[in-house]
């Protein structure tokens, strides 16, 4: 399924054709002007969807090509068009990518092993699953990590992560009843729109990609992707912000994956 960024990228694809760049982490998009580029393609029309606004680098003034989103699609677009993006758009141009992961909450009922009593069964069960995967004090007080004991994460591990602000950006919630039907429960928020363990990460050293959360406890430095493939946030970021070395470190059944970050990671930085 699309989700409504994608559905507006559509919509401006539609109607000026293909775009001539994409940065999809700052949801900017360089795409023809409809008024001076004359089938030159140069991508002077920038559009930022994120944000709600276009300009034309080229026109902007002369032809008060610039303003809002919704006023260039209701000048250029079909009505159906301008109908799906005011479904999709925020009230007064607010950016509702950003809104929607601020609102990202710790599950209800999640405690801090330091928080609760040792002697708690329910926190020696989590505490006891933290310790068998190796986990010591020092990790679980470094990142972070808490468990549920009601509602509806009962029974999970939450691995917080925070954004370079100190915000919550996103959490794993893992099952340590084996039990249990689904291992993970992990929130809703788009999980390509983050960088995990952000607030940690020196970006001036050497960098290790790994796959899961518990992985990267084990590595200094390290992100997790959170899968076998890096979204465009990641890919981004570490090409502006990255100094050191960055090492690869997926699982054992991911050779081929790794390569292909290699590929990516090694044409750009060179
Ligand atoms: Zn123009």
Redesign the pocket.
């Known amino acids: 399924m699309l989700d409504d960024n994608e559905i507006i990228v559509e919509i401006l694809q539609e109607i000026f054709g293909e775009e001539k760049r994409h940065y999809e982490s700052k949801g900017q998009l360089s795409m023809d002007?409809p008024?001076?580029?004359e089938g030159k393609h140069k991508g002077?029309?920038e559009i930022n969807y994120f944000q709600h606004l276009y300009h034309?680098w080229?026109?902007?003034d002369t032809?008060n090509?610039h303003g809002t989103l919704g006023k260039l699609i209701k000048k250029y677009g079909t009505k159906s068009h301008y109908k799906t993006y005011s479904v999709l758009a925020p009230e007064g141009n607010q950016t509702f990518h950003k809104k929607k992961i601020n609102k990202l909450k710790l599950p209800e009922h999640f405690k801090k092993f330091n928080e609760v009593s040792s002697i708690y069964p329910v926190r020696r069960q989590a505490y006891n699953y933290l310790t068998n995967r190796g986990i010591t004090d020092e990790m679980i007080d470094r990142y972070g990590i808490g468990f549920c004991d009601n509602g509806s994460h009962a029974g999970r591990i939450i691995i917080p992560s925070y954004d370079e602000n100190n915000k919550l950006n996103y959490y794993i919630a893992r099952s340590w009843d084996l039990r249990s039907k689904s291992k993970y429960k992990n929130p809703e928020a788009e999980k390509d729109k983050i960088i995990f363990f952000e607030s940690l990460i020196d970006w001036e050293k050497d960098i290790t990609l790994v796959e899961g959360a518990f992985d990267s406890i084990f590595i200094p430095n390290s992100i997790p992707m959170l899968g076998k493939h890096m979204s465009s946030l990641l890919f981004d970021t570490l090409y502006e912000k990255a100094k050191g070395f960055i090492t690869i470190a997926l699982d054992g059944d991911a050779w081929e994956n790794s390569l292909k970050l290699y590929h990516e990671i090694f044409l750009c930085k060179r």
């Open positions: 002007c008024i001076c580029d002077n029309l034309c080229s026109c902007g032809n090509m």
